[in-house]
């Protein structure tokens, strides 16, 4: 089995006593494909955890309007996250009156989230209120009980949509190719690559978009002035820590 992330340990994997490690070199394309789809897998499992225990969110009809309180959590399934809301927190099947039978919680893949439920201005809006798209159509919209668990709820939301997006632009080879050239082999070359505007401004748009999701949350913590002024060595250490 692979030890694609760098950031568990031995223990993690259930390496627990002695064993027999492979090593095999990687070609550049393969280390940085291998290293992106690592750091993808590590921030969607980080944010599903965030929402993973049920909480009471406020569901909105399609035009902002109060429909009722439910039970919301995030789950992975593969590369997926899926949306569950139900009307119990055990998530156990509830009485619906138009087919009067009992109907199991309701879900949901993630594709996207948006800040605003509602266009701006809309009478309906919320300040509390945001939307998740989804794979299946149509958007599901929430407002939260409190601000502190509405940015949880976005935070969580917007690493599994840029998870999302490395790992469907570090399959194209047009991207990993630009990124190689540019002298990334891993993610945390990438991560220093954003110190370099210039290179980053010669890249394909998919690519730079690699660039600019791997380095966000450095930028959050320490703010764009510090990053700049962190040497690359630097850098590629707090990403390798998992320093967020």
Same mark, same amino acid.
């Given at each position: ?161 840029? /998870? !999302? @997006?490395?790992?469907?632009?570090? +399959?194209?080879?047009?991207? =990993?190719?630009?990124? *190689?050239? %540019?002298?990334? &082999? ?10 370099? /505007? !210039? @290179?980053?401004?010669?890249?394909? +748009?998919?690519?730079?978009? =690699?660039?600019?999701? *791997?380095? %966000?949350?450095? &930028? ?12 690359? @060595? ?11």
């Amino acid at each position: 089995r692979p030890l694609a992330d760098r950031k568990r340990s031995l223990e993690s994997y259930g390496i627990v006593g002695d064993a027999e490690l492979h090593a095999s070199p990687l070609l550049p394309a393969n280390a940085l494909t291998t290293s992106c789809v690592a750091e993808a897998d590590a921030r969607t499992q980080a944010a599903v955890e965030a929402c993973a225990t049920p909480a009471v969110l406020k569901l909105r009809r399609a035009n902002g309007k109060h429909k009722h309180r439910r039970w919301a959590h995030l789950e992975r399934q593969g590369a997926d996250v899926i949306l569950v809301w139900a009307q119990h927190e055990d998530g156990s099947e509830q009485w619906q009156w138009k087919t009067f039978g009992s109907v199991p919680p309701k879900r949901r893949t993630v594709t996207g989230v948006r800040e605003d439920m509602l266009p701006p201005g809309h009478a309906n809006g919320h300040e509390r209120g945001f939307a998740v798209e989804t794979a299946e159509g149509g958007d599901v919209l929430f407002v939260a009980e409190s601000a502190a668990q509405r940015a949880t709820w976005l935070s969580a939301l917007r690493e599994v949509v840029g /998870a !999302a @997006a490395l790992r469907k632009a570090i +399959a194209a080879e047009a991207n =990993v190719d630009a990124l *190689v050239g %540019a002298g990334c &082999r891993s993610v945390e070359e990438v991560a220093a690559l954003s110190l370099d /505007a !210039a @290179a980053v401004s010669t890249l394909p +748009a998919e690519a730079s978009q =690699v660039v600019e999701f *791997v380095a %966000a949350p450095l &930028r959050l913590s320490f703010g764009k002035e510090a990053i700049e002024t962190m040497s690359v @060595a630097t850098l590629g250490v707090l990403v390798a820590v998992d320093c967020r």
